[in-house]
Structure formats: C-alpha cells, structure tokens
C-alpha cells in the first residue's frame, strides 16, 4: 500500500494577521462521514493541490475544514451590509470560514473559503450548515459564468458531510469549498466604516488595493483611484451578466465584491423568456433585484462603498461627499460602454458603426423579444445562422413577423460576422430545469446528471451532438420558477 504523502498545501494568514479586528479564528464543524460529489479537477491543478491527494481522507479533511494546515489561521470574516436596503451593522461568515490564501502556479493569491462548515459566532439564528443541492448548484452555475468568461468567485470542490440538515425537510448537508481572488465585499467597508476606527478603515482599503487594484497604490489619491476600480470592475461585470441574462437575485451590500467578481450564488437564475421585470428569488417581493433593475442596484451599492470610504476621500465631509459623487458618476457611462460593445459583438457588428443607428437596433431589439417572449439564449445563438442565411429558426421564435422581419433585415445589412457571434453567443446555460433535474438528482444519490450539466456548461460556446435537450428552453409544463436564500 502506498502511503499518502505528507501534505504540501501551504495556506496564508494575512487577512487574519493584517485584519485582525474583522477576523474571529474559527474551526469547522465535524462532517460524520465526508463523501466527495464534485472535484474541479483542473482549478485544482491551477492552485497546486493535487486533486489524488484531495481524494483521500486527510484531503477531504481539507475541504471540510476539519484538516487543518499547520500555519493556517482559519477565521470567520466579520462584514456588514444593506439587506434589501435595510442596514445591519453585523452579519459577517454565520456558516462560512475563510481557510486562508493559497498562491497560484502564477503567484496570484486566492482566498480558499469553505461554505456550510458550521455555526460561527456570525450565525444569529442560523444552522451554519448547507444542503448538498444548493452547494451543488453554486458550483455549477459559478463553473457556468466562469467558462462564460464572466468573473466570478470558482469551486473547487463539493462534499457531503454525512449529516442531515433541516430545511422543509431533513436534507443531506454538505460543504462547498470555494476559491475567490477574495471575499472582501462592499459590506466589508460598510462593517469598518461602522467601527467608527479610520485607522482599520485604511488598513482595509490598502488591503484591497494591494490584492486587487494594485494601480491605485501609484495614483495621486490612492483612494479615489481605488474606488473608481471598483466602479469600472462592478460596471463591467453587471453589464456582463446583463448580455447573457443572468439574475443575482440578492445584490446585497454584503454580496458585492471589491475584486469585480460575481459571489454568493443564492437564489440566482438565468433568464430563459427576455422580460426586465424577471424575478426568482421567493423574497424578493417587492422585485428589488429583477434582472433590469441590476445595473441600477449596482450603483445603488458602490453609492454605500462610497459612503463607507468618505473619511478617506477628504479631511472635509463636503469634499470628501464631492468627490465620491463625482467618482460614482463613473459607473453609468461605464456600464454602458461595457453593455454596448457586448451587445455589439452579440450581434457580430463591425466596429466604426454610428452609435445612433447601433443604439436604435438594440433597444428595438429588445422591445421585439420582450413582445413575444422569446428566449434570449435561443435567439442569439440563432441568430448565427440567420447571419449565415438561414433566418426561419430565428423568425419562428416571433409572433410579429413583420416586426422581426424588418429588424432583421436592417441588421444583415451590416454585415454581421457570423463566426463571431458563435464565439461570444453561448448555446449552453445553466437552465433552471436543467439544474432542477441534476439537484433533485444529486440529493437523491444520482451524480450522473449533475456531470453531464458540467459538460455542457463549461464548454458553453461549443456546440456538440447529443446535448440538444440542454440548448433547449424549458417544456411548457415547468411552470413559474421560484429560488430560495440561505438554503
Ligand atoms: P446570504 O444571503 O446567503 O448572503 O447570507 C446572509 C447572511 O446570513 C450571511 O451573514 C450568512 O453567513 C448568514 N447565513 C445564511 N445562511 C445561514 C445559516 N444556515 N446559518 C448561519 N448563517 C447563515
Ligand atoms: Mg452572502
């Protein structure tokens, strides 16, 4: 028998050494009976652990928190947020522990982060625990936005513990654990803004611009500049999730990154049936975080970082106030241009086009497929063969024939690059039913649909035989579609 060797996982403590006062050390819970459901093979590689190494037991201790590398400081970090608006001065990790930072084969640090592994001294009257199907669906959905090519927090790995959690029902409990550039959030400024001490308010945001926006370090007011990163990363990145219809559903203060990274895959959805007003999320009554109300509610939120960053813009309040308005007027032109040029290439358009005629196209567009409730996924991609010719796929989606007949004349006379819309025009998205099938799947002991899932969405631009059932919109029959927080 071979023995395992000893473990060469190196992990950092310089959040919790550099932080201390946001950072509470912190164990995992036991896991009863750690079985391995997911392992990202290739993620793994990228970060040095050998994935056989993370196959056995003292490996899969690792990735449920009960192994614990000697030199690493585990610790709930401490946050704060606006919950639907609603401010609470203290939430921070109730079930979540940063493991500490690993260093890439590129020499980039990245946080290894573990969900579900037991309550913190954050949890209120939380279990600290998670339910293998939304752990599962966190990593497939966060893989799915990865290999879109949209910047997002990566799993590495999904383990049952062995318990049972109770939800509705007694469900199998599991950990995810998680890799991020970070898991400094906007609630992160919020929470040492609260504190009332600049000095750990500095010390945070010279964190961040060393682990994020390291430019900022050399510009006249360091500060400013790393504020306007944050707008042009959050700008950039909302606009992405945008072009491919993807919904956050909880754009908390306290699920918003400093990196520009998408984080906190809760009650999230991708859109099939184009409609602004798209909202899955159960609480979300009032439709606060719809899909179009997203790039709003971006900014909304980088107006608290804001807020929270004020004592640092200035020694005086009213132009210290100035600057941060001046900085936050940033984001729209931003989040436009960044739209813009996705919708351009969406369409495959050449560049040097009037803006005006661009912007007459999409927003006629748009008002087309709301109409008719057509699918977005489906109809980009489509439109690939509608700039090769073949328009009847694309026209049978509509209901206004002559509406789209009209449109799509005006666009083919521009000449669309139909090879480039298929580089940028997925045909595989995580969709609701399909993810819904896997979970239901997964908690019932069956990986295989979870697998074939992974295969589809994580090559999203390349089309192959055999997976027509995942490039296709959901049947009729799986009715309206409603996702859960905190599960
Ligand atoms: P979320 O909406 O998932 O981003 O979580 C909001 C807050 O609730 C964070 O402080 C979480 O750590 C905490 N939380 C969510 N679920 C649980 C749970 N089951 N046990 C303890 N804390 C939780
Ligand atoms: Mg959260």
């Not at 449920?64 to 400081?73: D, I, L």
């Not at 001294?121 to 936005?145: I, Q």
């Not at 599991?174 to 040492?192: D, E, K, P, T």
């Not at 439709?287 to 939120?301: D, I, S, T």
Request: include cysteine.
């Amino acid at each position: 028998m071979s023995v395992a060797p000893p473990p060469t996982v190196t992990l950092g403590d310089r959040f919790a050494r550099e932080l201390a006062e946001m950072a509470v050390p912190w164990r995992a819970a036991e896991a009863p009976e750690p079985r391995l459901l997911v392992l990202n093979e290739p993620l793994a590689a990228e970060l040095g652990l050998d994935p056989d190494w993370l196959r056995n037991p003292e490996g899969l201790g690792l990735l449920v928190g009960t192994v614990v590398p000697s030199g690493a400081a585990p610790v709930a970090q401490a946050y704060a947020g606006h919950q639907f608006g609603g401010f609470v001065p203290r939430l921070g990790d109730g079930r979540a522990l940063l493991l500490g930072e690993l260093v890439d084969s590129g020499g980039q640090l990245h946080d290894l982060h573990l969900k579900g592994s037991g309550r913190t001294p954050f949890a209120r009257g939380g279990d600290g625990l998670a339910a293998v199907g939304p752990m599962l669906r966190e990593y497939v959905v966060s893989e799915a936005m990865h290999a879109l090519g949209i910047p997002t927090t990566r799993s590495l790995a999904v383990v049952a513990t062995g318990g049972l959690v109770r939800r509705e029902t007694l469900l199998p409990g599991a950990v995810l654990a998680r890799v991020a550039s970070s898991h400094l959030r906007v609630g992160s400024f919020q929470y040492a803004r609260a504190t009332g001490d600049v000095d750990l308010l500095r010390r945070l945001a010279d964190f961040a611009i060393s682990r994020h926006h390291a430019a900022a370090a050399d510009a006249e007011q360091p500060y400013l500049a790393f504020f306007e990163s944050v707008v042009a990363v959050q700008a950039s990145l909302v606009a992405q999730w945008m072009l491919v219809g993807f919904v956050h559903g909880v754009m908390n203060t306290d699920n918003m990154t400093i990196s520009g990274e998408t984080i906190d895959y809760g009650p999230c959805a991708f859109m099939d049936a184009f409609d602004p007003a798209t909202v899955y999320s159960s609480i979300d009554q009032g439709g606060r975080y719809a899909y179009g109300n997203q790039p709003l509610l971006a900014e909304w939120n980088l107006a608290r970082l804001a807020e929270a960053m004020l004592p640092l813009f200035a020694d005086e309040d009213e132009a210290a106030v100035a600057t941060a308005v001046e900085a936050l007027g940033g984001f729209r032109p931003q989040y436009n241009a960044a739209w813009s040029a996705g919708m351009r290439a969406k369409l495959g358009l050449p560049h040097g086009l009037d803006d005006a005629v661009t912007q007459a196209l999409f927003e006629e567009l748009l008002g087309l497929l709301e109409k008719d409730h057509v699918d977005l996924t489906s109809f980009f991609r489509g439109l690939g063969a509608a700039a090769r010719g073949d328009v009847e796929p694309t026209r049978n989606l509509f209901l206004d024939l002559a509406g789209i007949d009209g449109w799509l004349e005006r666009w083919r006379a521009l000449g669309p690059d139909a090879d480039a819309m298929d580089r940028v025009n997925p045909v595989y998205i995580p969709r609701n039913h399909l993810v819904e099938e896997a979970l239901t799947a997964a908690t019932e002991g069956d990986l295989d649909p979870l697998q074939r899932l992974l295969d589809a969405v994580t090559r999203p631009y390349d089309e192959r035989p055999g997976l027509e059932r995942y490039a296709a919109p959901a049947p009729q029959d799986f009715g309206t579609y409603r996702t859960f927080c905190g599960t």
